[in-house]
């Protein structure tokens, strides 16, 4: 419940009248099958590490919340560490059996806490052979985890109405409402997406690759109100966090240029792709690392973009579906080489 008590009744006060956030190190959370042996029962002896002075990157990795995206019922040891969540919301493991949506945090010894709603959680895309790309887009699926703390509230009325009032703010619902239907609404979402707060519940959005984003610490400090009215990053630390996204640098496309990929660049140019994206606007770039395409986020790979077919449930974007099962095949290639 503390992670969202100001979904409950908190009040905006000015972002520069609250006090700064503190910042602790931070443990990974593993899947209960890849977490090291008595990982739980070692983390309770480590010794409370307070952070004075963050990096760039510890800032980004630093959960805004302590205890979940929604309301749940506490629990010991922490719900992240049950098989049977990781089986729910199919999070994307990295090379160690990590998540990178989550970490734990004591904050005094003994007391194992869960992070959550850091830059990590949305910005890190983790590749299929599980190594993190920070600032990406990322593919954790942050609507399923949502889902799966609403619906473990569904008996305890308490817990059901700060949830609800979560809900109410999120997508601007007045009145009452089925909360059992918009969290099986919310954990059919695709990673990669996010119903964001003053949105419709039916209308995700995209999440951003932010690698080399320019985002002025103002606009940070807003950003952050959304996820938490009651602590704030101080002017120093959102500048450290400004500068550390800046100097992002996206890893190189693992896709090399071919015989394949030579033909595919001149069926681009062929077929006049660059009135629309040129290098200017980049919209192209590093397609190979993304996961959500188009305007309305249900598309998954560029080969089901250019399968006419998906007019069905995805209209516009006519372009390339003339060509030839081959052409289609090496511009696809090209297209991962940028």
């Not at 009248?17 to 480590?46: C, F, M």
């Not at 395409?293 to 790979?301: C, M, Y």
Request: with cysteine; proline share 8%; net charge neutral.
């Amino acid at each position: 419940m503390i992670a969202f008590l100001f979904f409950a009744a908190a009040l905006f006060a000015p972002a520069q009248e609250l006090p700064v956030r503190q910042i602790w190190k931070s443990y990974p959370v593993y899947h209960p099958d890849k977490a090291p042996p008595d990982y739980i029962e070692w983390l309770r002896t480590q010794a409370p590490e307070q952070i004075a002075n963050p990096t760039g990157e510890e800032l980004y990795d630093a959960p805004i919340l302590l205890g979940s995206l929604g309301a749940r019922p506490p629990s010991d040891p922490p719900f992240l560490h049950d098989k049977a969540w990781f089986d729910k919301v199919n999070p994307p493991l990295t090379r160690e059996g990590a998540i990178t949506g989550y970490v734990y945090i004591l904050r005094a010894k003994g007391k194992i806490e869960v992070g959550t709603a850091s830059c990590a959680m949305c910005h890190n895309r983790v590749m299929p052979n599980g190594t993190v790309i920070k600032g990406g887009q990322g593919n954790f699926p942050v609507d399923a985890a949502l889902a799966e703390d609403l619906l473990t509230t569904t008996g305890n009325p308490a817990l059901r109405e700060v949830n609800k009032a979560l809900i109410r703010r999120l997508f601007q619902i007045n009145g009452d409402f089925n909360l059992i239907n918009d969290a099986k609404l919310l954990s059919g979402r695709l990673p990669g997406l996010m119903t964001p707060p003053r949105s419709a519940i039916d209308s995700p959005s995209q999440i951003p690759d932010i690698i080399g984003a320019i985002i002025q610490p103002a606009a940070l400090a807003k950003k952050q109100l959304d996820y938490d009215t009651v602590t704030r990053y101080s002017d120093e630390q959102l500048e450290t966090l400004s500068k550390y996204v800046a100097a992002l640098k996206a890893p190189p496309s693992p896709y090399k240029t071919d015989k394949l990929t030579r033909q595919g660049g001149k069926i681009f140019e062929r077929e006049a792709c660059a009135k629309c994206h040129t290098t200017a606007n980049d919209k192209l770039t590093g397609l190979w690392r993304k996961g959500v395409l188009g305007h309305s986020g249900t598309i998954t790979t560029l080969e089901e973009w250019l399968d006419p077919s998906r007019l069905q449930y995805s209209k516009g974007h006519e372009y390339g579906f003339q060509l030839s099962g081959a052409e289609r095949f090496a511009l696809i290639a090209f297209l991962r080489t940028l």
